[in-house]
């Protein structure tokens, strides 16, 4: 497995090795073992799957309480992922990082707590596998607003949005709840 560094140090691209024949390919998704000599020591409690169109947005999500890392790649089509971190007491907080993750590369990318996430769908339609560290607590989701000024995310839509009702109304950066 290749580690590439993103701009925050703490959000990482994986690339796993993929063995291909005339078969198809194989590649190790997930192993402790392989992780955890990269850094990635964590302990997966849920495994969630999405299916989106062009031009979904999803995100960006986090939680203020129960906060999960996640362990994300595609595994039908292409999307654009971005982790925003969350954490004052970090010194990226409030910056972000962005970059394409496809069925076709089978990179992954580790998304640690205290991090917003979220992602839009860049082609035709696509699926997402994410592997979560704490479950979902509803009560703790916080979003923030994917479209603030002050991160000036290029999200690349070739189109209106497609959001939910949760997504329309996040918050801006400066009003939202945060990490210490």
């Not at 004052?88 to 907080?93: K, N, P, V, Y």
Request: charged share 20%; with cysteine; glycine share 6%.
């Amino acid at each position: 497995m290749k580690v590439i560094p993103t701009a925050i140090p703490d959000v990482l691209l994986i690339e796993p090795e993929v063995f291909n024949d005339s078969r198809g390919y194989f590649y190790e998704s997930w192993n402790r073992h392989s992780f955890a000599e990269l850094g990635i020591d964590a302990d997966f409690v849920q495994d969630n799957h999405s299916k989106s169109q062009r031009n979904v947005l999803r995100g960006l999500h986090y939680q203020v309480e129960h906060a999960q890392g996640k362990l994300i790649r595609v595994t039908f089509g292409e999307v654009y992922d971005v982790a925003v971190d969350m954490r004052r007491s970090s010194a990226t907080f409030g910056q972000w990082v962005g970059f394409t993750l496809s069925a076709s590369d089978h990179r992954m990318a580790w998304i640690p707590p205290g991090f917003a996430h979220g992602f839009c769908v860049t082609s035709d339609s696509a699926e997402f596998l994410y592997k979560t560290t704490d479950y979902w607590s509803p009560a703790h989701e916080r979003t923030l607003l994917w479209n603030d000024p002050q991160l000036a995310i290029p999200w690349p839509l070739t189109g209106e949005p497609l959001l939910t009702a949760k997504c329309v109304a996040g918050n801006l950066l400066a009003e939202a709840e945060t990490f210490a």
